[in-house]
């Protein structure tokens, strides 16, 4: 996979999203502070994890971005309480007071790595039993287990979020669509595909689960995505113009 050229590919999409009369662009900010590939090696050994060539190339191009856009069809959509924004607070992301069609918002490498995240989602956790057994990628653990080996990394809203998942073995993607509840509800698919499935789409926020429900780890998207069926709260036609 061609990270720069992946990279330059946002800048056309957040383009387009803009230029496009169907649709408003909300905010669109690419952080370009980055990492060398061997500085990442250094705070791989600090962290004492191994993190996938992809993985390395992805943040020594970028320190992450935010892209966020509105159909005007969408039924929360009012001219004039939506403006263009650069950025906004990444975590801010996850909670409910947005509303919006598309969004992807990729944390700056440290704040994946460095963020102690039993803080930050305890409080949506307390009620859930971290002894339960559960399935990941085939391998039986507990549910706290499956807790500590988890990074989160796309915060894109109501609740939902995409996570890196990192044993000895195993480097993936997990998803959660009910505020960190259910990671072991979706399979486990590879960083490269998930890359792939949220440009395809433009980061469409309502085809994250769906498109997880069709894909298996190790699937690096062979098929053309797009042939996906995609379940949305309104009709599809509105959204011909990704095509």
Known sequence: MDI???????????????????????????????????????????????LPTVLKQFYSLTDGFQL???????????????????????LDLFSD????SGCVNILPFDMV???????????WRENSSYSKKISVNGKKMAQGELFSKLYPFDFYGNGSTAAFYIDEQDFGVMLSTQYFLDFDSYPMIDFEAYLQM???DYGLYRKRAFCFDKLRYNDHLTKEINTLDIEMYDSISQFEFLS
Not at 15 to 41: A, C, F, H, P, R
Not at 79 to 85: A, M, P
Not at 97 to 100: A, V
Not at 115 to 122: A, C, I
């Open 4 to 50: 720069e050229e992946y990279i330059f590919d946002w800048m056309d999409i957040s383009d387009k999203l803009k230029d496009n009369s169907n649709t408003l662009l909300l905010n669109w900010s690419l952080n370009t502070t980055v990492y060398s590939v061997e500085e990442i090696g250094r705070k791989e050994n600090e962290l004492n994890l191994t």
């Open 68 to 90: 966020r856009w509105i159909h005007r069809n969408h039924p929360q959509f009012k001219d004039e309480e939506y403006t263009f924004d650069y950025s906004v607070s990444p």
């Open 97 to 100: 007071d947005f509303s919006y």
């Open 113 to 123: 790595f460095n963020t102690d995240w039993n803080e930050v989602w305890s409080g």
């Open 198 to 200: 949220i440009q395809s």
